[in-house]
């Protein structure tokens, strides 16, 4: 393993992607690296093809040209064995935390190191428990997803996110359907995974006071182009892009009248 401190700043690297369904182009001429340690926002509006990207960087689907670079490697151009194995480095939560509704939050998040590592059980068990420790969930070990907020499931599934140690994590819309306190908490906990175990952050978000407090940086997909027109940290585009989508986009909580102005 590379040491931190001599490892190349760069993770991955996105190189001229192409993504389309059958003959629909969603997003061209995508490019941009991924630096080890940031936390990088997909942003966009609705339809532009932000959690199509993500797909296209955990491996369910095929790009239909241009390069995924994993510490130089040709993501796509490896067969399934080798990507396979790339995935273990990957940590992924989805919107709606996708646990198994049978097995208990430790269950859930013993899964992937039941079918991806020969530990003993007895270790498995300790480490489920470290890892619902880290996210503030060990008293929920043993409890239903049923049982358990909305919160909670979104922090039980990242725990089982973090269950292989991944060194990346792609977090498709993590505080849809949190109240701001919760989402508020989120955010410092996805700080804590990359401050703390050193993770590099990939995250699709129409939060954007989430995305001013976390991210560093960051691209924006156009779904009218369908390219990319800007790139940069989400408060930086806020503060300082010209482009009218972007602008819109930024702002547009200033622009989006409140329920209470709206009546008045
Ligand atoms: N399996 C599919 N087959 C065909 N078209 C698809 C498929 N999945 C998504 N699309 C289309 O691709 C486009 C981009 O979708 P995607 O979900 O990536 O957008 P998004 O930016 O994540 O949107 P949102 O913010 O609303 O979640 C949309 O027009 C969508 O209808």
Same mark, same amino acid.
């Given at each position: 393993m590379t040491h931190p401190d001599t490892a190349p700043q760069t993770l991955i690297e996105v190189r001229d992607l192409s993504l389309a369904?059958?003959?629909?182009v969603i997003q061209q001429n995508v490019s941009f690296d991924l630096k080890r340690g940031s936390i990088f926002a997909v942003m966009g509006g609705s339809g532009c093809g932000k959690s199509?990207?993500?797909?296209?960087m955990i491996g369910l689907l095929r790009p239909s040209s241009g390069q995924i670079l994993v510490e130089q490697e040709d993501y796509w151009a490896q067969n399934n064995r080798r990507r396979t194995e790339l995935n273990h480095r990957f940590g992924v939560l989805f919107q709606s935390? @996708? %646990?198994?509704?049978? !097995?208990?939050?430790?269950?859930?998040? @013993? %899964?992937?190191?039941? !079918?991806f590592t020969k530990l003993q059980p007895e270790v498995i068990r300790r480490l489920v428990e470290l890892k619902l420790g880290f996210v503030g969930m060990e008293q929920a070990i043993d409890l239903m997803p049923s049982e358990i907020s909305g919160?909670?499931?979104?922090?039980a599934g990242l725990a089982r996110a973090i269950a292989l140690d991944p060194d990346i994590l792609f977090f498709d819309e993590p505080s849809a359907g949190l109240d701001p306190i919760t989402s508020a908490r989120l955010d410092d906990l996805i700080l804590?995974?990359?401050d703390g175990l050193g993770a590099t952050i990939v995250?699709?978000?129409?939060?954007?006071?989430?995305?001013?407090?976390?991210?560093?940086d960051g691209i924006f997909l156009?779904?009218?182009?369908?390219?990319?027109?800007?790139?940069?940290?989400?408060?930086?585009?806020?503060?300082?892009?010209?482009?009218?989508?972007?602008m819109a986009f930024m702002n547009r909580e200033a622009t989006i009248p409140s329920a209470s102005e709206a009546k008045g």
């Open positions: 369904f059958g003959r629909k199509t990207l993500l797909k296209s935390a @996708a %646990l198994w509704s049978s !097995m208990t939050v430790g269950e859930n998040v @013993a %899964l992937p190191m039941e !079918m919160g909670m499931r979104k922090r804590s995974l990359r995250i699709v978000s129409h939060e954007l006071p989430s995305l001013f407090k976390i991210a560093d156009d779904a009218k182009t369908h390219t990319p027109i800007a790139r940069g940290a989400p408060r930086d585009l806020r503060d300082h892009c010209t482009i009218p989508e972007v």
